[in-house]
C-alpha cells in the first residue's frame, strides 16, 4: 500500500462518533442479554434439548450445566455493560465478544445473521480504539492529563467496509427470480396483514409484494453508499429508519433493527455526537464527546501500523469472499443452503419442512421422529437445512451403533418460496455413511422448479 | 431542509410506527384471531367440558355397578366408559400446557398408556382404603381412562366380580378421580390458558409472542398428533422397533378393542380445526387458508379425506388388525404421512410463518 493512501487512511477523526456506537451497541447487548434470559430462552434453547447441532470443528463445544449457563450470561451482561460506559473498552470488548460467541456456537440451529454480525462488530471493537472518547477510560485519562486521543479513519473505514458487506451481499441475494420475477416471500409474508385495517388491502395487493421486494433490493444495495455520501446521508437515514422500523414492526426479528440503527450511525460524520448535543440539547456536551480538542489538523496524527491496515485488509478480504462460497455449491444455494450462513442472506427465504428417519439395524428397521429430543426452534431449523438432517442422522446412527452397521436414511420434504412440497433429501441415500464435511453433499435432491413463475395464489 | 426540521420529521415518523403498531391490529376482523378462539373456546374447552360430564356420567354407572353387579351395569359402564373417552381423544390436539408440562400435567393421570396390568393388579391385591381420596396419589399407571378400561374389560372377569368388591370400589374410586382431572384441566384452559392461545401477540404472555406464531403453533399441533398416531399407535403395535414382530399389547385402548375408534376420533378432532364444523362457531383453518392458497385448501380436504378412509378401512380390532391385515394398517399410516406432510409443509409454508415462529428472533 502507498504511503499516500495510509497517510489517508490515516488521517485523524473525531473519536466521539465512534465512542457513541460502543456506548449504543453495548447498551443494546445489555437489553439483548437481559431479553434473553428474560424470555426462558437458556433452558428452552440450551437446558432442555437432549441434542446440539455442532458447527464443524466445534464439536467439542458444548453448553454448560444450567448454573453455569447462566453465570455465563451474568457474565456476558457485565462485559456489555462495561463496554456501554467505556470501562476499559477493548477488553469488555473482547470478553463480550468471546462469551457472545462461545454461546453462539453452542448450538448451531440457533444461528441468526445478526448474532453473526454482533459478534464481528465486538471483535473489530477489540481492534479499534473504541474507548477514547463517551467512556470511563477517556475520562480516566484526561483525569490523568493525557490528551485525548483522536482515531483514524481507517477504524470508522473498517467497521463502515464490515456495514458494507452486510447490506450490500443481503441486496445481491435478493437479485434472484423468486425475489423479484414472483416477489416472493415477500408476497406470502405481507398476507400475513390482510387484516390490518387501512393497509391491510394495500399490503396483499399483488403490486406492494413487487413494490416492497424490489424496494428493500434496492435499499440493502445502496443505503451505505449513501449514508456515506454526505449530500445524500440524511434522506439515506430517513429511509434507513423506515425500513428497519416498519420490519421490526411486522416481523418477530427481535433486536435486529436496533443493531441495524446503532450501526448505521457509523457512516455518519464522526463529530455528530457532539453536533447533536450541541444544537439539540443546549446542554454543554462532555468533553471527550465534543469537538473540545484541537483543530483535526492541528493534531498529531497517530498513524495506524501496515500490520493493522494488511490485518485489516485480509479481514475484510475473507469478509467479501465468505459471502460468495456459495457459488461453489451445485444447485440453487436457498434449497440446498450449502453456504448460507454466515453470507447476509437475511430475511430472504420462506422454507417449511418436515423430516423423520428411517434406521436400519441388522435387527430392525422402524422410523425416528426427532422431535422426541430436540426443541422446536432445532425441529425448525432440522427440518429445512440439509446438514443438520445429516448431522442429526450420524447421531442416530451412533445411537442404534451397539446392534450392529446402522443405515440411516431421512424422508426429508421442503416447501421454498411457496411451491409445492418436493423431497429435499434423496430417500435412498444412506446419509451414516457419509462423514461431515464442506464438500458438495451428494444426497440433496435438487430444486424441481427453480424457474420464475407466478404459481397461482 | 434545516437539522433540527430533519430530526422533527423523523421523530414524528418514528412515534407514527411505533403508535402504529399499538393501533393497527384489531382483533375483532382478524381472521386468525377469530380462528384461535374458535379453537380454543369451542374445540378445546368445549370437549373438555364434554369430558366432564362424560366422566361424571361414567361415575354414576361405576357407582350402579359396584352396588348392582349385574351385566347390564357393566355394560352401562363400559358404554360410559365409550362415551367419555370420544372427547379425550377428539381434545388430543390440544395435549400441550397443562395436558403435558409441570406441574399439573394432566395427561398422564388421564390417559396413561399402554396400559401396565401390574400396576393395577397390585392395587387390587392391597388391602388400603380406595375412594376418590385415596385415588389421587395412585400412580398414572394405575389410574386414568386406560385402567378403568382394564378393570372393566379384563379376559375373565364377570359383573359380579364388581359387586360390593374391591374391584368395584377400585373402578368408582378411578371415575370420581378422572372427573376431577378432567375439572381440573378444563380449569386450566377456562383460567388463562385458551385466552394466552388466542391473544397471543396482546400481552406480555411470551407462551406465543405473536398471533402468526400462535397459529403455526396450534397448525403444527394437528402435524404432531398425526405424528403421535403413525408413529405411537400404528407403527409401535405394527412391531416396527420390534423387527417386524406384532406387538398387540401396545395398542391403544386395547382391552376395550377401542383403538382405531381412538384414533378416527384423533382426526375428527383434526377436521374440525382444518374445516371447521356444522355449528357456525367452530372456524377452520380452510377458512384462512382458503384466501391465502385455494387450491391448497382443497388439495387439504382430499388428503385429510383419504386419511380419514383409510383408517376407516380398517374394520378389524386394531389387537387383530396388527396381525392379520397389517397391510390395511401400513396403508393407513402412508395416508396419514401424506397428510401430516401437507400440513407441516404446505400449509405452515403457506401461512408464512417461519420468521420467528418459535419464539426465538428470526433471521
Known sequence: ?457 | MRRRDFVGCVGVGAAALVLGRACLPEDTVDVRRRLLRSWTSELAIGDYQQLVSASRALGARAGELRDEGGDAELTAARQAWNVARAPLKRAELFGFGPYLEEPERFGPKLDFWPVRPDAIQAVLAGTGVLNALSARSLGAPAKGFPALEYLLWEPGVAAQDFAGSRRGDYVVALAAELERVAQALLDAWSAGFAESISEAGESDDELYPTLPAALGAMVQQAAVLIELIRGDKLAKPLGDSAGGVPQPEKAESQFSQRGMQDILDNLDGVRMLLFGAESPEVLGLSRYLERLKPQLSSRLRVRFEAATAACAEVRLPLTEAVVRAPELLRSAEKALGDLQRMIQVDVLGALSVSVGFSGNDGD
Not at chain 1, 434473553?36 to 458444548?62: D, K, M, N, Q, T
Not at chain 1, 453473526?116 to 480504539?129: D, K
Not at chain 1, 461431515?436 to 413463475?453: K, N, Q
Open chain 1, 1 to 457: 500500500m502507498s504511503e499516500s493512501w495510509r497517510a489517508r487512511l490515516s488521517r485523524p477523526a473525531s473519536a466521539a462518533g465512534l465512542g457513541a456506537f460502543r456506548a449504543l451497541f453495548g447498551l443494546l447487548m445489555c437489553f439483548g442479554t437481559l431479553r434473553f434470559l428474560a424470555r426462558g430462552w437458556i433452558e428452552e434453547l440450551y437446558v432442555r434439548p437432549e441434542f446440539h447441532f455442532s458447527y464443524l470443528g466445534f464439536e467439542w463445544l458444548r453448553p454448560w450445566p444450567t448454573w453455569g449457563l447462566y453465570l455465563h450470561f451474568a457474565l456476558m451482561f457485565v462485559a456489555a455493560l462495561a463496554l456501554a460506559v467505556g470501562l476499559y473498552s477493548r477488553l469488555s470488548a473482547a470478553a463480550f465478544g468471546l462469551l457472545f460467541t462461545w454461546a453462539e456456537l453452542f448450538d448451531k440451529a440457533t444461528y441468526l445473521n445478526h448474532y453473526y454480525l454482533v459478534s464481528l462488530l465486538a471483535l473489530l471493537l477489540v481492534v479499534v480504539p473504541c474507548g477514547n472518547a463517551c467512556s470511563v477510560d477517556s475520562w480516566r485519562a484526561r483525569r490523568r492529563g493525557e490528551a485525548p486521543a483522536p482515531v483514524a479513519w481507517a477504524h470508522y473505514g473498517l467497521l463502515r467496509a464490515q456495514l458494507f458487506c452486510v447490506y450490500t451481499f443481503a441486496g445481491l441475494a435478493k437479485l434472484n427470480s423468486d425475489w423479484l420475477l414472483r416477489a416472493e416471500p415477500v408476497r406470502g409474508w405481507l398476507l400475513q396483514f390482510a387484516d390490518w385495517p387501512l393497509l391491510g388491502r394495500l399490503f396483499v395487493a399483488q403490486p406492494s409484494a413487487f413494490a416492497m421486494s424490489w424496494a428493500g433490493a434496492l435499499f440493502d444495495l445502496s443505503v451505505v453508499p449513501l449514508l456515506w455520501w454526505k449530500r445524500t446521508r440524511k434522506a439515506a437515514f430517513a429511509l434507513a429508519l423506515v425500513f428497519h422500523l416498519s420490519n421490526w414492526l411486522m416481523f418477530p426479528i427481535g433486536i435486529f433493527s436496533w443493531l441495524m440503527l446503532v450501526s448505521l450511525t457509523l457512516c455518519w460524520d464522526p463529530d455528530w455526537p457532539a453536533a447533536l448535543l450541541g444544537r439539540w440539547s443546549r446542554v454543554p456536551h462532555p468533553r471527550s464527546c465534543s469537538r473540545d480538542e484541537r483543530p483535526l489538523r492541528e493534531r498529531s496524527p497517530r498513524l495506524v501500523g501496515r500490520t493493522w491496515l494488511a490485518l485489516a485488509g485480509a479481514y475484510l478480504l475473507l469478509q467479501f469472499l465468505l459471502p460468495l462460497r456459495g457459488l461453489l455449491y451445485p444447485g440453487e444455494l436457498n434449497w440446498t443452503e450449502q453456504g448460507f450462513r454466515f453470507a447476509w442472506r437475511v430475511m430472504l427465504i420462506e422454507k417449511t419442512g418436515s423430516v423423520e428417519y428411517e434406521v436400519e439395524t441388522p435387527r430392525r428397521r422402524f422410523l425416528v421422529s426427532p422431535r422426541d429430543e430436540l426443541s422446536a426452534l432445532q425441529l425448525r431449523m432440522l427440518s429445512t437445512q440439509p446438514d443438520m438432517i445429516h448431522e442429526y442422522a450420524l447421531h442416530l446412527a451412533r445411537r442404534y451403533s451397539d446392534e450392529g452397521p446402522v443405515k440411516v436414511r431421512a424422508r426429508a420434504y421442503a416447501s421454498l418460496n411457496g411451491r409445492p412440497s418436493q423431497p429435499l433429501i434423496d430417500p435412498e441415500f444412506d446419509l451414516a455413511s457419509a462423514p461431515l464435511g464442506l464438500g458438495p453433499a451428494p444426497y440433496i435432491v435438487p430444486l424441481e422448479r427453480p424457474g420464475a413463475e407466478l404459481a397461482a395464489r
